[in-house]
């Protein structure tokens, strides 16, 4: 099974959801995929100058992480993911390392990927927008694939509106929506939506 988490900018918590998602339902042996795509000399995270982008000469630099850390794929061992890897591509090249995501997600039991662009290439079996009110940024990839989100996320911290709320109006409000809290990001209710959605045979017994 795959579930993608996506969010409308960086920083808005799908990390946190995702790693969040993989302590409650443990069981469920995940393989987790951070996609990072870089512009312009930029990372894909902050925008700032970085050394984490792929060498100019490959499309694309894959590494498993082996440790629990503070980075986002050792944050997904650390809550209990089987295997980590992140992935990292220069914008608009990420049709390029496609092949490679799809034998990840065949080889492993269940797939939690965070990433908007990977809607581009998979048809997750569900997937989870992360939406917050404060957050005047909204990435153009979400704006695309916001109508194929199962349901929204949204991050609460006490605005009953979104800064956003003409952006993307008539789809986002349709959705079923999610409130969580920081640091925990996640829930009852969306732990039993996707307990719900996905398949009983996501939870396979070794």
């Known amino acids: 099974m795959l579930l993608v988490v996506g969010g409308q900018s960086s920083h808005v918590g799908k990390t946190a959801l995702a790693a969040a998602l993989i302590r409650r339902l443990r069981s469920w042996h995940w393989t987790a ?11 894909g ?21 082996y440790e629990p850390n503070d980075t986002d794929s050792g944050r997904y061992l650390a809550a209990g993911a089987e295997r980590s890897f992140w ?11 496609a092949d490679l995501i799809r034998k990840i997600v065949d080889q492993s039991a269940n797939t ?25 940024d909204f990435k153009d990839s979400m704006l695309r694939f916001l109508d194929r989100a199962d349901a929204c996320v949204i991050v609460d911290h006490g605005l009953a509106e979104p800064v956003w709320q003409t952006i993307a109006e008539g789809i986002w409000e349709e959705k079923p929506r999610f409130s969580v809290k920081p640091p925990s990001y996640v829930s009852a209710e969306v732990v039993a939506f996707v ?12």
């Open 195 to 206: 307990k719900t959605k996905l398949s009983p045979a996501a939870h396979v017994s070794r």
């Open 33 to 43: 995929l951070k996609i990072t795509q870089h512009g312009h000399g930029g990372c």
């Open 87 to 97: 992935l990292r591509t220069p914008g608009g090249r990420l049709f390029e390392s």
């Open 112 to 136: 939690i990927i965070e990433s908007n662009s990977i809607l581009d290439y998979f048809d997750p079996d569900l997937f989870l927008a992360v939406l917050d009110y404060q957050c005047d």
């Open 45 to 65: 995270n902050t925008g700032e100058t970085c050394e984490c982008a792929p060498d100019p000469q490959n499309p694309f630099a894959l590494t498993e992480e």
